[in-house]
């Protein structure tokens, strides 16, 4: 027969708890926007990091979400905005086209954040292709050579075919995309009690508010 305590969990003692030390920024939502932030950029960095390659979902014109995982390329605290990059073939620029408003997510399983994002989508030209271009390294620019667009029909793997004369080194089909970010949902899961969060860019404002896990 099992006994169900009647104590309520959050008025256990701390030594019922377990997991790591907290955060500092536990019950602080400025100290909290701020160590997102410094995840992502450290996304960018280190290519073991787990918000190195996060999740984008996008919509067709159907309304049927699409997700895949893409790798951060590079993230600006100061303007909101992350950039990935990919085939201008593939189907998320497609519907990127149709509908710029996306969404990301990241996990840390170790951490045990993850983050929610509402971006807004856009393909980078100009200077910042260009800049992004390169910056690209050889190997990654093999995956834009291949002639074929990305998801086309095959009868066997080998038939893909690269070509760099025909591309351009990869150039023609490489496209960086900026994803302006709107808002980020925080998810703290600790032992002694989760800590959720919003944090809104909209309208050129800054507003932080604590949700219900």
């Not at 787990?50 to 600006?76: E, K, S």
């Not at 399983?109 to 983050?115: D, E, R």
């Not at 190997?139 to 291949?146: F, N």
Request: aromatic share 8%.
């Amino acid at each position: 027969m099992w006994i169900m305590s009647d104590v309520p969990f959050d008025q256990k003692p701390d030594k019922q708890r377990r997991g790591p030390p907290l955060l500092s920024c536990y019950d602080s939502l400025e100290d909290s926007c701020e160590y997102a932030w410094s995840m992502l950029s450290r996304g960018v960095k280190d290519a073991r990091a787990p918000f190195h390659t996060p999740t984008v979902a996008t919509v067709d014109a159907n309304g049927q979400p699409h997700m895949r995982t893409i790798v951060l390329r590079a993230c600006d605290p100061e303007a909101r905005r992350l950039r990935f990059h990919t085939d201008t073939r593939s189907s998320k620029v497609a519907q990127l086209a149709q509908n710029p408003i996306a969404a990301m997510h990241f996990y840390d399983a170790q951490a045990k954040i993850q983050l929610r994002l509402t971006v807004h989508l856009q393909p980078l030209s100009g200077d910042e292709l260009e800049a992004a271009w390169a910056a690209t390294r050889p190997m990654s620019r093999e995956c834009y050579q291949v002639t074929q667009g990305p998801g086309t029909a095959l009868q066997t793997p080998s038939d893909v075919t690269f070509d760099a004369t025909a591309t351009n080194d990869g150039r023609d089909f490489f496209v960086p995309i900026g994803a302006d970010i709107q808002t980020i949902e925080w998810l703290y899961l600790a032992a002694k009690g989760h800590r959720r969060a919003l944090f809104d860019f909209q309208n050129g404002e800054t507003k932080l508010q604590w949700l219900v896990p």
